[in-house]
């Protein structure tokens, strides 16, 4: 049974910093698509970063390019989600997720459609 476990979300104040982490059990995690995604009330699920495990490719929404950063750590099979310069309109439920095979289909939209298998979610709260 694939598990995907967030943590790291928090209230901070605009221009803050958070570490997401996503730690995966239970899955075969080299060679995968792995990203970060979230959504605000009312809105729509979107995606924010994906990272391909078995290599070094990373996508980012235009929306946190330059803030962001997505990473690994394969010994630990976590993935983490640097967020900095925080703004409120990034204050969302951050979910992880994981997709079979690798990140080309979804580099360039980051839709969540493409994901199988989805974490609880961290709540992050940037306020003004």
């Known amino acids: 049974q694939v598990q995907l476990v967030e943590s790291g979300g928090g209230s901070v104040q605009a221009g803050g910093s958070l570490r997401l982490s996503c730690a995966a059990s239970?899955?075969?995690?080299?060679?995968?698509?792995m990203g970060w995604f979230r959504q605000a009330p009312g809105k729509e699920r979107e995606g924010v970063a994906v990272?391909?495990?078995?290599?070094?490719?990373?996508y980012y929404a235009d929306s946190v390019k330059g803030r962001f950063t997505i990473s690994q750590d394969n010994a630990k099979n976590t993935v983490y989600l640097q967020m900095n310069s925080l703004k409120p309109e990034d204050t969302a439920m951050y979910y992880c997720?994981?997709?079979?095979?690798?990140?080309?289909?979804?580099?360039?939209?980051?839709?969540?459609?493409?994901?199988?298998?989805w974490g609880q979610g961290t709540q992050v709260t940037v306020s003004s």
């Open positions: 239970g899955y075969i995690y080299s060679r995968n698509c």
């Open positions: 997720a994981a997709r079979r095979f690798g990140c080309a289909l979804v580099a360039a939209t980051i839709d969540p459609g493409f994901f199988e298998n």
């Open positions: 990272i391909y495990t078995g290599g070094t490719s990373t």
